[in-house]
Structure formats: structure tokens, C-alpha cells
């Protein structure tokens, strides 16, 4: 207790200009005390009106006070001094350039405990004693310190701003409602306040949900990735296996596309960390988000609600990833079923030209798909060159501008035997295989020609249906003729209405499963769509009906 009355005794001592204890005291006439370089530093600043005033009570004197040393007050200091205690209040007290200075203070100004709506006049805790006692004062609503009170003043009327006009979306007085808001739709601050809360929780929840599905989402993405290592490190094995029995031959091969698994895995795994990486920063953000959403709901100045409330409120665009799904994955087994068959064709393979077993890239469309595109433009950045095998072709399948074009012709091709060439049907599928994302063009002329895809595992040999494309459950294919379309699988006949076009467009999506074909003249018109599961790689392929009759795999690019 007799610490807390030396601390009220330097406050008193203290003089309120430059807040150290006093120096030289002296008394002026209204009973203030100032130090002495103090007071005269305070009035020759005022010479020239010649009329002085106190720095508290500004009571004015003239002419000016003639000063003497207040040898009682000055002792009292001497021995305040020898008590060892700092005169100023503690630094902690007084408003810094961050907070929210007191208003009524003189001098150094204390710092802000509440500001008042109506008084428009922030308060330290000892001036805001009267919003306590006093009945008028009582009813002011009181909210934490701002520095921002002039912004609920009227600039033309110099009013408080108690009112929200809903027509023009901003705060307003009284007397704006009935001048230039007049038939405007009004309402009271607190009112529209209370709409906005409500559309705020709204907000909140939506943002609540949204962290949800994110995290879900990078929970289906870490099984991803343990599926693709997991595919990745059984496709070594299994490639490994089959390569030890032609180590001798294939030892380098075996290397490379070991190599190229792993690159891929490397590549795939590096596509869904970046995704999970952009969920997780979507996470933060409205995590972020959510907190100045909490934040703005206990604003308790109405007008600073509404005035933050735009610009809080608004929120991104969710990355869409409403369609992710986890399927059974086959990332690499392709490469395993070509090793396969190279081991089972390796005397032809080597006594014609070796060819690169190239990795089929499986694209992993279960991430984010996207959708089918709609224009030309989006069509050709699927665009793939295709040339036709000529180890399938029937020997009356003439393959010319590259093995790009194919023609009917009544003369038997010198093509060698082979066993994947068709000896009944007049067909021909392409070298390439296909997955993921593909888009060709088809030019044909003649009576009837049909563009086709097809499993490598189709029959070659005989007339029974197993062999023609279209007729089994290992093809899909679309007959042109002159006047119509008609697309077959698996020997059912699907009639197709649309405008003919000498050339047709074919859209593939393995992983999804679509398989588009279109009409494509000036425009591209939708055939026919075929929605199902691609077990295994496709291949384009092409069947012609009379003689002289072609179809050319277009140059997209």
C-alpha cells in the first residue's frame, strides 16, 4: 500500500509538458505547476498574441505572469527524487504508434480502453469513468478501440451513419434517408448487420466443408501414390523376369526400360504430390479465410462490418476435384505384356529391324479429370500421328504416303507372311498404341470405309466374327457411307443420324473410357459417344469394302 501512494505522489509531481518530474517547480496564477524552462518555453511561443495560457486548463493571463520558484514544491521533489522512482508512469501505459491514443488525455496520452459509437471519442480507462455513472452516458455503445471512428461521420451531414441503404449498398444517416436515399430501400445498420451475420455463417460453414473435402481429397491422393509404387515396383519385377531369359540378347533393352519405368514412376508421383501440394495450400487459405470470417463476425462496429464484410466474404474458386476417385490401377502392365510378346516374337523382330519398346504412358486422369474438349483447337492438343502396320495389312491393302494411306485394290500385296497380318477381312490396324488422351482425323473416299479401334489381341486369322472389327467385344467401329453412319461392338448395330463428311474425327480417353467420333467439315459435329472401360492399349484401324476405295490418317500437326 505505501508503494501504490509513492507512485501517486510522482504522478502529481510530475509536469504534464514534459513529463519528467518537475524541475525548477513553479506555480502559475490558475494553480498549475509547470518546470520552469517548461512554462517559458510554452509562452514564448505565445509572445506574439500576448496573451498566455495554461497548457491544462487554457485559462489566459496578460500580461504575462511573472515566475518564482515554489521552494515547498521544489523540496518535495528533491526528496520524490531520493526515493529512487521513476517519475512517468510505466511505458506500457501510454499509446505507441500502434495503438489507439486516448482523446481527452493532455500531454503524453494514455492508451484507449474503449471507444464510444456516439461520442465518436476513443477513452482511456480513467475518462471513460463517466460512460459508467452518468444515466445519459450509460446507454452509449461502447466497442474495443479504433482509430477508424470518423469513418462512421456523414460527410455531408455530419452525422453518425446509423442506417445501410440495401440500393446502394453502403452506410448512411438519417438524413441522407430522406435527401438523396430518399425511396431508397433503408434499413438500420444493426439490421443489416444481422443479415450479413447470417449470410457469414453460411460462409463459414461452406468453408468448413470445403476443408473436408480437401482433406479427403489428399487422403484418396496418398492412396494414389501408393498405388503407383506399387504398380511401378511390379512391373520391374515382372520385366525383370521375363529379361533374364534373353539376358544375353536383351541385356541393354532390359536396362532401358527399367529405367524408364522408374522415370515414369518418378513422374507420376512428382504430378500427384504437386496436386496434393495445391490442395494443401487451398486448405491453408481457407483456414485463413475462415479465421478473418471469425474475426469480422465479433467486429462489434456495425459500419466497420459492413465496410470489411465485401472484401472478407469473398471466396475463390475450389479447385474441382469433385470426380476423384480411387479405381484398381494398372499403371505398367502394358510394359509387361510388350516384354511378353517380344519374348514370343523375337526371331522375327530380329531378322526385320528392332523396334524400341516404348513405355505406354497412362496418364492419371483419376487426379483431376478434365473435361472432353469442345473445340478444334482443344481437340488437336490431343493430336497423335498414327501410320499403319504393315505386318497386319490383308495383301489386298495397298499402305503408301508413309503407311498413312490405305487403298482397296484387286491386286495382291508381295507382303510376307506374319502372324498378325488379317487374311480374310480387309484390314489394318496402326503400329502405334494408344492411351490416355488421343485425337486423329480420318479423309476417306469411296462407297464405304470403316475407322475403327481395336484390342492387339484380336484374331487375325479366318471369317468368323472374332476377326472383323466391330463384330466382337475386342473392337468398336464406325461405318461410313455416303448417306449414313452406322457404328458396331460386339455384333450389335447401333444406327448413327448426322451429317456425312469425308472425314471423321476420333476422340479417345482410355482411362475414362470415352470414345468420341465426329463429323468434321467447316465444323465438328458429334456422332456418337461410347462409354466403357478399356481393359487393354487400343489401336486405330481401318477396313475398306470395294475396290479402290481409301482413308488417310490426316497431318494435325
Not at 455531408?156 to 438519417?174: A, G, L, N, P
Amino acid at each position: 500500500m505505501a508503494q501504490k501512494g509513492v507512485q501517486l505522489d510522482q504522478e502529481t509531481f510530475c509536469c504534464s509538458i514534459c513529463l519528467d518530474l518537475l524541475k525548477d517547480p513553479v506555480a502559475i496564477p490558475c494553480g498549475h505547476s509547470y518546470c520552469m524552462s517548461c512554462i517559458k518555453g510554452f509562452w514564448d511561443g505565445e509572445d506574439q498574441r500576448k496573451m498566455y495560457s495554461c497548457p491544462q486548463c487554457r485559462q489566459t493571463f496578460t500580461p504575462r505572469p511573472v515566475l518564482g520558484k515554489n521552494t515547498i514544491l521544489a523540496t518535495l521533489v528533491e526528496q520524490l527524487k531520493k526515493t529512487g522512482l521513476q517519475a512517468a508512469p510505466a511505458d506500457h501505459c501510454y499509446a505507441g504508434p500502434e495503438d489507439v491514443a486516448c482523446d481527452v488525455c493532455t500531454g503524453r496520452k494514455l492508451k484507449a480502453f474503449k471507444s464510444c459509437l456516439q461520442c465518436l471519442i476513443s477513452y482511456c480507462e480513467n475518462h471513460l469513468q463517466p460512460h459508467y455513472t452518468v444515466g445519459q452516458f450509460k446507454k452509449h455503445k461502447l466497442v474495443e478501440p479504433s482509430e477508424k471512428l470518423q469513418e462512421n461521420i456523414c460527410s455531408r451531414h455530419d452525422e453518425v451513419m446509423k442506417m445501410f441503404c440495401r440500393t446502394d449498398q453502403q452506410s448512411i444517416c438519417y438524413l441522407c434517408s430522406v435527401d438523396e436515399h430518399k425511396g431508397h430501400d433503408t434499413v438500420s445498420a444493426a439490421a443489416e448487420r444481422t443479415e450479413r451475420q447470417r449470410e457469414l455463417k453460411v460462409s463459414q460453414q461452406n468453408i468448413q466443408q470445403r476443408i473436408q473435402d480437401r482433406e479427403k481429397d489428399v487422403k484418396l491422393l496418398q492412396q494414389e501414390v501408393a498405388a503407383v509404387s506399387h504398380s511401378a515396383d511390379k512391373a520391374v519385377e515382372d520385366s525383370e523376369k521375363i529379361f533374364t531369359e534373353l539376358i544375353r540378347l536383351l541385356q541393354k533393352r532390359s536396362s532401358d526400360v527399367k529405367q524408364q519405368i522408374r522415370s515414369q514412376q518418378e513422374t507420376e508421383v512428382s504430378r500427384v504430390k504437386e496436386l496434393q501440394e495445391k490442395l494443401q495450400q487451398e486448405i491453408t487459405e481457407l483456414k485463413r479465410k475462415d479465421a478473418e470470417l471469425k474475426q469480422l463476425s465479433h467486429t462489434e462496429d456495425h459500419n466497420q462490418f459492413l465496410h470489411n464484410y465485401p472484401s472478407v466474404s469473398q471466396l475463390s474458386e475450389p479447385t474441382d476435384s469433385s470426380s476423384i476417385n480411387i479405381r484398381p490401377l494398372r499403371f505398367f502392365e502394358d510394359v509387361t505384356a510388350a516384354v511378353s510378346q517380344l519374348k514370343d516374337k523375337l526371331q522375327d523382330i530380329l531378322r526385320d529391324e528392332w523396334t524400341n519398346i516404348s513405355l505406354t504412358r497412362t496418364e492419371m486422369d483419376v487426379l483431376l479429370p478434365q473435361p472432353e474438349p469442345k473445340t478444334k483447337a482443344e481437340f488437336l492438343k490431343y493430336s497423335c500421328e498414327i501410320t499403319l502396320d504393315p505386318n497386319t495389312a490383308h495383301k489386298k491393302v495397298l499402305l503408301s504416303e508413309g503407311n498413312r494411306r490405305a487403298t482397296y485394290t484387286s491386286q495382291q500385296q508381295a507382303y510376307s507372311r506374319h502372324t498378325d497380318r488379317f487374311t480374310v477381312w480387309h484390314q489394318v490396324l496402326s503400329r502405334e498404341s494408344l492411351t490416355g488422351r488421343c485425337y486423329w482425323e480420318v479423309d476417306w473416299r469411296g462407297r464405304a470405309v470403316s475407322v475403327a479401334v481395336a484390342y492387339k489381341n484380336i484374331s487375325r486369322s479366318g471369317i468368323s466374327d472374332e476377326c472383323a472389327f466391330g463384330l466382337n467385344d475386342k473392337s468398336w467401329m464406325l461405318i461410313c457411307r455416303t448417306t449414313s453412319y452406322e457404328l458396331y461392338f460386339n455384333n450389335i448395330s447401333t444406327p448413327i443420324s448426322g451429317p456425312v463428311s469425308s472425314r471423321v474425327g476420333v476422340y479417345l480417353d482410355h482411362r475414362a473410357g470415352i470414345l468420341s467420333f465426329y463429323s468434321v467439315s467447316e465444323t465438328m459435329t458429334l456422332l456418337h459417344r461410347v462409354q466403357t472401360t478399356f481393359t487393354q492399349p487400343l489401336y486405330a484401324g481401318l477396313c475398306l469394302y470395294d475396290d479402290g476405295v481409301t482413308a488417310e490418317f490426316c497431318k494435325l500437326k
